[in-house]
């Protein structure tokens, strides 16, 4: 019986017509790291590439604990109360032992998931940093070109590592924990300064006020921090995704900022600014590969492992000889 996952052309029109099934099977072969199936994901992205602009790319990002999942199942049902379809990766961190993932996302979005207009997608980071997976772009054309029409993506979460993150969306909201506020010096600049909505959660019960106070802090705080572009400090607000409160103004707020986006060039620039991104960090990738599988490579690899473990050469030295290396 041939292998449903490898019929690209299979795959193509299941995606095209927004067959979960087919979706979910078209992302396992693009997230293979086999050479074939590498191969044959190239083709199948290439041939849904021409459907995949016109969905709303957001990622939620913060520390973990923060409440990104409860956020995320909140804000999806939203949207699908809205009539919006929405897909949502989520990053979940891998094991640097192991290389596993615990992936529990889903179950923390289980009314979102019962949805007929939602796709859950949980893909372990791989322990690639900047929040996201390796192959996070090519799942996120998918899901495009099957038809969703927002596409949330739940970072790792792990702090000032979420650039690349912030490169491939339209918004980038940064959720914080009440108390924010008094801890931004120990915040990372790095994300804030990327942050296009900032969000502080858990404005509920005994924490409500805290929250607000946050907000104020940061308001205040967050026109401090140099920004990239001439728009200014990011808005801020707080939302209790446990009470569904302030969402719908979180979501009219992304809303506000992907129009200002586009009404200043801002939208298209970002969006090409990460395909020539995406190109550049394949190359990187595929010159690094080749040249490695060069004949003798590996082995001179090895030795210049062998003489770095033991301090008998510069690291620097090292790769400097292996580039100038001739198999």
């Known amino acids: 019986m041939p292998d449903a996952r490898r019929d690209v052309g299979r795959l193509v029109a299941g995606v095209a017509a927004g067959d979960r099934l087919e979706l979910a099977r078209a992302i396992t072969l693009v997230e293979s790291d086999l050479p074939d199936d590498r191969q044959l994901g190239e083709r199948l992205v290439e041939a849904l590439l021409p459907r995949a602009h016109a969905s709303l790319r957001i990622a939620v990002s913060g520390a973990p604990g923060v409440g990104k999942s409860t956020l995320i199942d909140v804000l999806g049902r939203h949207l699908a109360d809205r009539g919006d379809t929405v897909a949502v990766l989520a990053v979940d961190p891998s094991s640097h032992v192991t290389g596993g993932s615990v992936l529990g996302d889903k179950t923390r979005m289980g009314r979102l998931a019962a949805s007929d207009k939602s796709f859950i997608r949980p893909t372990p980071s791989g322990g690639v940093l900047g929040g996201i997976a390796r192959r996070t772009r090519e799942v996120i054309t998918l899901c495009e070109a099957a038809g969703f029409r927002t596409v949330l993506l739940e970072t790792v979460g792990v702090g000032q590592s979420e650039h690349e993150a912030a490169g491939i969306v339209d918004v980038f909201v940064l959720l914080v924990a009440p108390g924010a506020g008094d801890e931004l010096q120990g915040m990372k600049r790095g994300i804030v300064e990327v942050a296009d909505v900032v969000a502080v959660n858990k404005a509920d019960g005994v924490d409500r006020e805290r929250a607000e106070h946050a907000a104020q802090s940061l308001v205040s705080a967050l026109g401090l921090f140099s920004r990239s572009t001439d728009a200014g400090p990011p808005p801020v607000l707080t939302v209790s995704a446990l009470e569904d409160r302030g969402v719908a103004e979180l979501w009219s707020v992304v ?40 004949p003798g490579v590996r082995v001179k690899l090895a030795e210049l492992e062998r003489l770095v473990e033991a301090g008998s050469i510069a690291p620097s030295s090292a790769a400097r000889l292996l580039v100038d290396y001739k198999p």
């Open 255 to 294: 809303e506000e900022t992907v129009a200002t986006a586009k009404a200043r060039g801002a939208y298209t620039a970002r969006r090409a600014r990460d395909r020539l991104t995406w190109f550049r960090e394949e190359l990187e990738r595929s010159l690094r590969e080749r040249w490695l599988g060069a």
